[in-house]
């Protein structure tokens, strides 16, 4: 099983749009949302980025909602 982050805001639509394409694989994840979560927020900066979604699987990284990337990492 595979370790899912996935940084989000409350205004992103690509984020919204990224859980719920998550749920319907019933694929489990963890969100960190960056609107409300100050430490998510600073660990995202400190990890180079400034723009959500970034979705972690296990330790790549990949940058906005790309569906092809996703399901080759899962």
Not at 53 to 73: N, Q, R
Request: include cysteine.
């Amino acid at each position: 099983m595979k370790n899912i982050t996935v940084y989000t805001s409350n205004t992103c639509p690509y984020c919204h749009s990224v859980k719920d394409y998550l749920t319907e694989k019933n694929v489990s994840f963890t969100e960190k949302n960056v609107s409300t979560d100050v430490d998510a927020r600073k660990e995202l900066i400190a990890k180079g980025f400034m723009g959500v979604p970034v979705i972690y699987v296990d330790e790549e990284a990949i940058v906005g909602f790309d569906k092809a990337k996703l399901d080759e990492l899962l």
